[in-house]
Nanobody, 113 residues
Framework: QVQLVESGGGLVQPGGSLRLSCAASGIIFSVYDMGWYRQAPGEGRELLAIITRSGSTNYADSVKGRFTISRDNAKNTVYLQMNSLKPEDTAVYFC???????WGQGTQVTVSS
């Protein structure tokens, strides 16, 4: 079955950086577009970034210039490099096989001093 496992979340101070990873199994990873989302308490799920199977990327305005999505097809893994983190980036972060029902379990990112 399809599994997506996120890792790399944690507590970081404002201005700091984190790199999230999402390891996929049970799919032919290289043929799918992949996405990162987040959900803050009491809010809906927000699309942050998409990387296509060819490596093209798109970002939400809220993270453009600060976050970078990338993928390693040899490792079946998609990454989200997050720089210049702000308290408002605090949320649970999820990866998704784009436009499918396949989601990871999420990883908590907390930005606080």
């Amino acid at each position: 079955q399809v599994q997506l496992v996120e890792s790399g979340g944690g507590l970081v101070q404002p201005g700091g950086s984190l790199r999230l990873s999402c390891a996929a199994s049970g799919i032919i990873f290289s043929v799918y577009d992949m996405g990162w989302y987040r959900q803050a308490p009491g809010e809906g799920r927000e699309l942050l970034a998409i990387i296509t199977r060819s490596g093209s990327t798109n970002y939400a305005d809220s993270v453009k210039g600060r976050f970078t999505i990338s993928r390693d097809n040899a490792k079946n893994t998609v990454y989200l490099q997050m720089n210049s983190l702000k308290p408002e980036d605090t949320a649970v972060y999820f990866c998704n096989v784009h436009r499918t029902r396949y989601w990871g379990q999420g990883t908590q990112v907390t930005v606080s001093s």
